[in-house]
């Protein structure tokens, strides 16, 4: 996908957005949901208001970042990019997900759903500690490889 084709994509679903240099700042004031796309663009930023349906996207490339309102939804997703910080207000749904490399970060303010690599929530699996933030946990788990199976 060209910038010209995500920037008329965005158009045409009448989201607003801005640019900084050469990266795409979403600010959409509602939901967005960019079904039927399969990839972003490096540098493409989710300021929106609230959640980010972006359930159709096969992979995310280097450079994208997730700060909106809401939850973020990327259940087709097998893998993440090495770097991508979640800092959405509420949950995560990476239900399809098959590793996680080291320096992806949950700083999220809900859970987050990692189906098919714990069955579930992962502030409902059974290995959490009690008195130690679930997403603190997933974040060194992370960062010791626990799940970078590539």
Do not use: Q
Not at 67 to 73: A, E, H, M, T
């Amino acid at each position: 996908m060209t910038r010209e084709e995500f920037i008329e994509a965005l158009d045409r679903r009448g989201y607003a957005y801005e640019m900084e240099g050469n990266n795409i700042v979403i600010t959409h004031s509602g939901n967005l949901n960019l079904f039927p796309l399969k990839t972003l663009l490096p540098g493409v930023r989710f300021e929106n208001e609230w959640n980010a349906y972006l359930n159709s996207l096969e992979t995310i490339p280097p450079g994208v970042g997730f700060k909106n309102g809401g939850d973020v939804f990327l259940n087709s997703l097998k893998t993440l990019p090495r770097g991508v910080v979640f800092e959405n207000e509420s949950c995560v749904y990476l239900e399809s997900l098959k590793t996680l490399p080291p320096s992806v970060e949950f700083k999220n303010g809900g859970y987050v759903n990692l189906e098919s690599l714990v069955g579930g929530r992962f502030d409902e699996w059974y290995g959490n500690i009690d008195g130690i933030s679930p997403n603190r946990l997933l974040n060194k788990m992370i960062e010791l490889g626990m799940f970078d199976r590539r």
